[in-house]
């Protein structure tokens, strides 16, 4: 039975290192990056539990303990996917990799007592830690084995809290994104759980072999199918995380967004401030006394447009204005143009060809034919 399952774990560990590739090489996202590689972990981790309760690891002694560094990566993993799942990837700077200095530190910790050695060396220390966590009294944990534990424990259980926070306040997580970080999330937390339970049936001495060890095994094999799944059926959940909106956390209410709207648009009528070539924004919320976050925002939601859009389209309907006056007769059509605004007569071409689909001639000759 104990063979079945030790192949149970080997097929789905490979599978699941099949599965990191897919996600790491996949699309160039980073946040699939980061699942590949909590995958990649969930595989090393059953290779390991193999190898070491098999024996085969003093067969193979070169394969061993590779997943051990990653028992401190798993909780930065989790974290920094949560978080790079809710928006661009791209978002998470380069001060996020300190997440990962307790698993480098680690990495090079275990390769220099054990994987630079060669394989007599690593025979032995195999049989000394078997020898040590398993005897005839049940397992014997020095300081060193229990201080690592806590640390392993204690620190994902801090990142498993935080990415519960991201997820729990972000509202951009809706429906499949929400339903897979959600049970990834219960994922880490029952196979933590288990893992952690088997270390403190060793440390007491309550089990010397407990079957916690294994259910967490089979639960990261379950995990490893259902992640496979998800790529298969629904990649857009794992490739396409939703980007935030623009303005999801504004305190600006739709009546409050209207309201401002109005008083915008009366401002731009009353004070004309678009005839100004070089207007900012920030002079226009200087001079209407509406913050610049807000009057880009009701442009974009309300109106559809970004700002230069919302000032051009004053400035054509000001010129097909002033284009009809008689006042303005001695004035070329650029130098109508030039007084609402407009500061070249290329700019002005296209603009006012965008917005009416006629070029300034034409729409002149359509005017001159109604009179």
């Given at each position: 039975?104990?063979?079945?399952?030790?192949?149970?774990?080997?097929?789905?560990?490979?599978?699941?290192?099949?599965?990191?590739?897919?996600?790491?090489?996949?699309?160039?996202?980073?946040?699939?990056?980061?699942?590949?590689?909590?995958?990649?972990?969930?595989?090393?981790?059953?290779?390991?539990?193999?190898?070491?309760?098999?024996?085969?690891?003093?067969?193979?002694?070169?394969?061993?303990?590779?997943?051990?560094?990653?028992?401190?990566?798993?909780?930065?993993?989790?974290?920094?996917?949560?978080?790079?799942?809710?928006?661009?990837?791209?978002?998470?700077?380069?001060?996020?990799?300190?997440?990962?200095?307790?698993?480098?530190?680690h990495?090079?910790?275990?390769?220099?007592?054990?994987?630079?050695?060669?394989?007599?060396?690593?025979?032995?220390?195999?049989?000394?830690?078997?020898?040590?966590?398993?005897?005839?009294?049940?397992?014997?944990?020095?300081?060193?084995?229990i201080?690592?534990?806590?640390?392993?424990?204690?620190?994902?259980?801090?990142?498993?809290?935080?990415s519960?926070?991201?997820?729990?306040?972000?509202?951009?997580?809706?429906?499949?994104?929400?339903?897979?970080?959600?049970?990834?999330?219960?994922?880490?937390?029952?196979?933590?759980?288990?893992?952690?339970?088997?270390?403190?049936?060793?440390?007491?001495?309550?089990?010397?072999?407990?079957?916690?060890?294994?259910i967490?095994?089979?639960?990261?094999?379950?995990?490893?199918?259902?992640?496979a799944?998800?790529?298969?059926?629904?990649?857009?959940?794992?490739?396409?995380?939703?980007?935030?909106?623009?303005?999801?956390?504004?305190?600006?209410?739709?009546?409050?967004?209207?309201?401002?709207l109005?008083?915008l648009?009366?401002?731009?009528?009353?004070?004309?401030?678009?005839?100004n070539?070089?207007?900012?924004?920030?002079?226009?919320?200087?001079?209407?006394?509406?913050?610049?976050?807000?009057?880009?925002?009701?442009?974009?939601?309300?109106?559809?447009?970004?700002?230069?859009?919302?000032?051009?389209?004053?400035?054509?309907?000001?010129?097909?204005?002033?284009l009809?006056?008689?006042?303005?007769?001695?004035?070329?059509?650029?130098?109508?143009?030039?007084?609402?605004?407009?500061?070249?007569?290329?700019?002005?071409?296209?603009?006012?060809?965008r917005f009416t689909?006629?070029?300034?001639?034409?729409?002149?000759?359509?005017?001159?034919?109604?009179?």
């Amino acid at each position: 039975m104990r063979d079945v399952v030790f192949l149970i774990l080997l097929i789905a560990g490979g599978q699941g290192i099949f599965l990191s590739l897919i996600l790491g090489l996949g699309r160039g996202k980073r946040s699939s990056l980061l699942l590949g590689l909590m995958f990649l972990s969930f595989s090393l981790q059953l290779f390991d539990l193999v190898l070491l309760y098999s024996g085969e690891a003093l067969v193979y002694p070169h394969l061993a303990f590779w997943s051990t560094p990653f028992n401190l990566a798993l909780g930065p993993l989790l974290y920094l996917y949560v978080r790079s799942s809710k928006s661009n990837p791209d978002t998470l700077g380069k001060v996020n990799w300190l997440h990962f200095i307790p698993f480098l530190l680690h990495t090079v910790y275990i390769s220099y007592i054990f994987h630079f050695q060669n394989a007599g060396y690593k025979t032995a220390f195999i049989q000394e830690i078997l020898a040590i966590q398993v005897s005839a009294d049940g397992a014997n944990l020095n300081l060193t084995n229990i201080l690592f534990a806590i640390a392993v424990y204690g620190q994902l259980a801090i990142y498993i809290g935080l990415s519960k926070v991201q997820i729990r306040n972000r509202q951009d997580f809706k429906g499949e994104m929400s339903i897979w970080l959600n049970k990834l999330w219960m994922a880490i937390v029952v196979i933590a759980a288990f893992g952690l339970l088997q270390f403190v049936l060793l440390a007491l001495k309550i089990d010397q072999q407990p079957i916690t060890g294994y259910i967490a095994a089979l639960l990261a094999v379950i995990y490893i199918y259902y992640g496979a799944m998800i790529v298969m059926r629904k990649p857009e959940v794992i490739f396409n995380p939703p980007k935030p909106q623009k303005y999801q956390y504004s305190t600006l209410s739709s009546a409050q967004s209207q309201r401002l709207l109005s008083q915008l648009r009366n401002f731009m009528t009353e004070q004309t401030p678009f005839k100004n070539p070089s207007l900012t924004l920030k002079d226009l919320a200087l001079a209407s006394r509406i913050s610049d976050r807000h009057i880009s925002q009701v442009i974009n939601e309300q109106l559809n447009q970004n700002f230069h859009d919302f000032l051009n389209e004053y400035r054509v309907n000001e010129f097909k204005t002033q284009l009809t006056d008689p006042d303005n007769g001695h004035l070329s059509m650029l130098g109508i143009a030039m007084e609402c605004g407009f500061n070249s007569k290329s700019t002005f071409n296209t603009t006012f060809k965008r917005f009416t689909g006629l070029t300034p001639s034409e729409f002149k000759k359509k005017q001159s034919s109604y009179f």
